[in-house]
């Protein structure tokens, strides 16, 4: 007897269906077949599975190929788009006769539309199994997915859908409600592929597709041959005519997302709300009335009309809960942020970038993940952006496309606008949070331990000139607070950004913010003017944002002439890049001065060097702490004191590694002396013994 087919569909790309098929195959203690049918050329079965080499051994005059990878028949019936073409249904046809006699279960990775030469595994399958996310896109998707089906002529009753949760997203609809509209059952919701329980919910899916029985084939799908049509000839019947082998055509993101009707009830109506918001009522006037009670008593009032108007119509939303909810939700966008107020309120959300109004992705525990957030227009998004920059005195039009700004909440803000961004205007918004990190929580969530937090502690207090180098979002602002936290109440600070993001709590601290020009072009102040300045300011310590341009040679002279215990942040993979980061930005100052003597002003400046990473499971860490000895002919010379060495990951893709000690005694010590710091070095003894670089 034949052993079951079930063929899998995304929702949409990249919901996993691959994924799932490969790990289902793998699970089989009994001969299994694995179809690549996708046909796009992305060969991500022959991937997973480390088998590109064995299929193309295998392939002769067929496009088709085979390798036997345990219990596993692995087939891919194209390695490419172009050789698709090329497909016989008849070869097809009697691949899926010989694997469904042979194997004890068939899972077949289908594309969609379903391609011509595939459909002989299709006419075979038990159940069309639809892989979607759990966000609003991903339910539209899998609507779009059903209808498609039902062309074809499969029944609702041989269709099935598996949830696949990729991201732990906030945004994620509940099975319930995805039932619910889709009038489909969930044979399985399977966690991201990182969580502890992914396994476990693979096996309870493997488990209910066994049990299903292997039906009848579906004899309501029209047979493989009477699909294949010359390439070349006409339509019949005012049809259109289908090619051998189509690519892979997913559901449109783009269609879907500007078609209201797509989305669920409450979705639909808000948008509705919005659009009539846009047309009666200045959102703009009201961004610049939040300090006027009276205007925004007026302003709610009118969007509250508009929305009762929009609601009146509305039957679905008829209790008195949801269309006060409703209208708070309508309130607080319009007057806030928009689609972007429940993600700034959101305390796990660090960064927001809007791609254009119809997509917003966020940064939640160090991933990326799409959000179903959406403007209802090019305009609402733009006003948004005005609402936001308005109250800082600056501006974005074709004349000033780029702007940095900050929220009354330190939040910093790039927004960028047509003619330079061309799908749009792009924002993206680097939150901070409402709870200012501390070194204990650097140690709790293991970015650090107490050892290395003690030395920087101490190196503070010894007012080392130090530089906190790493990549975009590696922590080195976050990491910069935290250490200016080290720096005695008693001192004098001048703190010195593009865009103010530094919070410190000593009470004798200057902030400057450098400003862009004006429409004219007049009336720049860079950062490397308010470094100057700031010499004349008295200050005891110098904290300079971020170093990215000639800057760099003010504030090493500042480190050179009695200004020590200054701080800086640079962007560079790795402490030696630091220093030659440093190198090139004072070669940007515009002096023609010998690169040796550059190099001496670096030695003799700065004292240390701690970098900074995000690692792949997202985390922040501090991977290395490096001092600068001096020179040694036209070489800097630097030694490390602590390094962060990764072992791995666990099961749950969390990064594993040790923080140890290279052995060498540090210089600073001698400063610590000096200035009466306490400092135990025999505390480092506890780490383990760094290996050797070689």
């Not at 569909?9 to 790990?23: H, L, P, Y």
Request: with cysteine.
């Amino acid at each position: 007897m034949n052993g079951p087919t079930f063929a899998f569909v995304n929702a949409k790309g990249g919901s996993g269906a691959t994924t799932i098929c490969s790990a289902l195959a793998r699970l089989a203690r009994a001969p299994v077949a694995l179809i690549d049918g996708d046909l796009s050329g992305r060969r991500n079965a022959a991937v997973l599975f480390d088998a590109i080499r064995a299929l193309d051994g295998t392939r002769r005059n067929s496009p088709i190929s085979s390798a036997l990878m345990g219990n596993v028949t692995l087939v891919e019936l194209a390695p490419s788009f172009e050789t698709a073409f090329t497909l016989s249904v008849d070869d097809v046809e009697s691949v899926a006769s010989t694997l469904a006699a042979e194997n004890q279960l068939v899972l077949a990775d289908l594309p969609m539309p379903i391609a011509a030469p595939v459909r002989p595994f299709a006419v075979r399958a038990t159940r069309f199994i639809i892989v979607l996310e759990p966000t609003l896109l991903g339910v539209v998707s899998a609507r779009a997915m059903l209808e498609e089906l039902k062309r074809f002529g499969v029944p609702s009753m041989r269709t099935i859908a598996v949830i696949n949760a990729r991201t732990n997203g906030n945004e994620a609809l509940a099975r319930r409600e995805i039932e619910r509209s889709l009038e489909l059952p969930i044979l399985a919701e399977l966690p991201p592929l990182s969580d502890r329980a992914y396994p476990k919910a693979l096996a309870a899916l493997d488990a209910a597709l066994r049990a299903i029985p292997a039906d009848e084939p579906l004899l309501l799908l029209p047979s493989a041959k009477n699909f294949i049509q010359d390439r070349r000839s006409a339509p019949r019947d005012g049809a259109e005519a289908e090619p051998l082998a189509t690519p892979v055509e997913r559901p449109r993101e783009s269609a879907k997302e500007n078609d209201a009707e797509n989305f669920s009830t409450r979705e639909r109506v808000k948008l509705k709300i919005h659009e009539a918001l846009a047309l009666q009522v200045d959102l703009l006037d009201a961004s610049r009335a939040t300090s006027d009670a009276g205007k925004m008593a007026e302003l709610r009032a009118k969007i509250d009309e508009v929305a009762q108007s929009i609601l009146s119509q509305e039957a679905p939303i008829d209790t008195a809960e949801d269309i006060a909810s409703l209208k708070a939700e309508i309130v607080n966008e319009a007057l806030g942020y928009g689609p972007l107020e429940d993600l700034m309120s959101d305390p796990a959300v660090t960064e927001i970038m809007v791609n254009g109004p119809r997509t917003v992705y966020v940064e939640r525990n160090g991933k990326i993940e799409r959000t179903g957030k959406r403007f209802t227009s090019p305009h609402q998004l733009r006003l948004i952006i005005e609402r936001i920059i308005a109250p800082l005195g600056r501006r974005l039009d074709e004349s000033v496309p780029m702007v940095d700004a900050r929220l009354p909440d330190g939040s910093r803000v790039n927004a960028i606008v047509e003619p330079l961004s061309i799908d749009g205007a792009t924002l993206t918004i680097r939150r901070f949070g409402t709870h200012r990190l501390t070194a204990e929580d650097l140690v709790t969530k293991g970015s650090a331990i107490p050892e290395i937090i003690d030395f920087l502690r101490a190196c503070i207090e010894a007012r080392l000139n130090i530089v906190i180098s790493g990549g975009t979002g590696s922590g080195k602002t976050t990491f910069l607070n935290i250490l200016s936290s080290f720096i005695p109440a008693r001192e004098r600070i001048v703190t010195i950004e593009d865009a103010a993001e530094l919070s410190l709590n000593q009470p004798h601290v200057v902030r400057l913010e450098s400003r862009p020009a004006n429409i004219e072009g007049r009336g720049e102040i860079r950062i490397r003017d308010l470094v100057r300045n700031s010499l004349r300011m008295r200050p005891d310590r110098i904290v300079v944002g971020e170093c990215r341009g000639g800057e760099a040679l003010d504030m090493l002279q500042a480190m050179n002439t009695g200004h020590d215990g200054s701080l800086t942040t640079a962007h560079a993979n790795s402490p030696r890049d630091a220093l030659s980061r440093l190198e090139t930005m004072v070669m940007m100052a515009g002096f023609d001065l010998p690169v040796r003597a550059i190099r001496e002003q670096i030695a003799s400046a700065v004292d240390l060097v701690i970098q900074t990473a995000r690692m792949r499971d997202g985390s922040r860490k501090i991977t290395s702490v490096t001092e600068v000895v001096g020179m040694e002919g036209d070489v800097v010379t630097m030694q490390e004191v602590v390094r962060f060495a990764q072992r791995g990951v666990d099961a749950s893709g969390r990064v594993q590694g040790d923080f140890q000690y290279t052995g060498v005694q540090p210089n600073a010590l001698g400063r610590f002396d000096e200035y009466g710091v306490s400092f135990d070095a025999r505390q480092f003894s506890k780490l383990l013994a760094a290996g050797s670089l070689w």
